[in-house]
């Protein structure tokens, strides 16, 4: 697992929990441009793949 969202107030849609699983795959491996997603994903999913990419890479 690599990470859990739970802030009553990180959705204003209401309160929603995220669960993150990452794997790597060796020969898919390839970078994520986090600066160009920022503006494209909602709420704190940037921050979710940051995370993410911490654990992962």
Request: aromatic fraction near 8%.
């Given at each position: ?8 107030d990180r959705s204003p849609r209401g309160h ?42």
């Amino acid at each position: 697992m690599s990470g859990v969202w739970d802030a009553p107030d990180r959705s204003p849609r209401g309160h929603y929990v995220t669960v993150a699983y990452a794997t790597v795959v060796q020969a898919l491996r390839s970078s994520v441009v986090l600066t160009d997603l920022s503006e494209r994903l909602a709420f704190d999913h940037v921050d979710n793949l940051r995370e993410a990419t911490a654990v992962t890479l």
